[in-house]
């Protein structure tokens, strides 16, 4: 089976994903292009820059976390955590205030932001975040598991 890769616009992934932590899918979507044009199941810097010009070679290295040369689906999704994370970051002290989260999703409230916030020091780490996505995915598996089979 094949995988395909599709790297998502941060601007538009943000608001969508911030607080679901939506994975990047394996399914083909009409607005998303692949990334993985070849299909060899990763993806090089050609590949990614075909979809996003405004990638840079930087950007690539950071986010190829073994050195090969080739980004697989884990590589990807890490990357895109942490520069959704760095956006929301905006006085770049590794962690996100309310204010900072606010002004990207207004809607977040002090109470849904003290559920993100486990420590309690008013402050959102990438560990907090990622601990979040993580139950979210498991919630997320637990109810798709529940549901009876299509078909």
């Keep these: 089976m094949t995988s395909h890769f599709r790297f998502r616009s941060l601007a538009a992934a943000i608001p969508a994903a911030i607080l679901i932590g939506v994975p990047f899918a394996a399914q083909a979507h009409p607005q998303k292009p692949r990334l993985d044009t070849n299909g060899d199941g990763s993806v090089d810097l050609a590949e990614i820059q075909a979809a996003r010009?405004?990638?840079?070679?930087?950007?690539?290295?950071?986010?190829?976390?073994?050195?090969?040369?080739?980004?697989?689906?884990?590589?990807?999704r890490q990357a895109h955590h942490r520069a959704r994370f760095e956006r929301l970051d905006k006085d770049g002290n590794g962690?996100?205030?309310?204010?900072?989260?606010?002004?990207?999703?207004?809607?977040v409230t002090a109470e849904k932001f003290a559920t993100m916030d486990a420590d309690g020091?008013?402050?959102?780490?990438?560990?907090?975040?990622?601990?979040?996505?993580?139950?979210?995915?498991r919630h997320h598996a637990e109810r798709q598991a529940k549901q009876p089979a299509e078909g």
């Design 95 to 107: 962690s996100i205030s309310l204010a900072e989260l606010q002004a990207v999703r207004p809607e």
């Design 121 to 137: 020091n008013g402050q959102v780490t990438r560990e907090e975040m990622h601990a979040m996505h993580k139950e979210r995915h």
């Design 53 to 76: 010009p405004d990638f840079t070679a930087e950007q690539f290295t950071k986010a190829d976390a073994n050195g090969d040369g080739l980004l697989a689906r884990d590589e990807l």
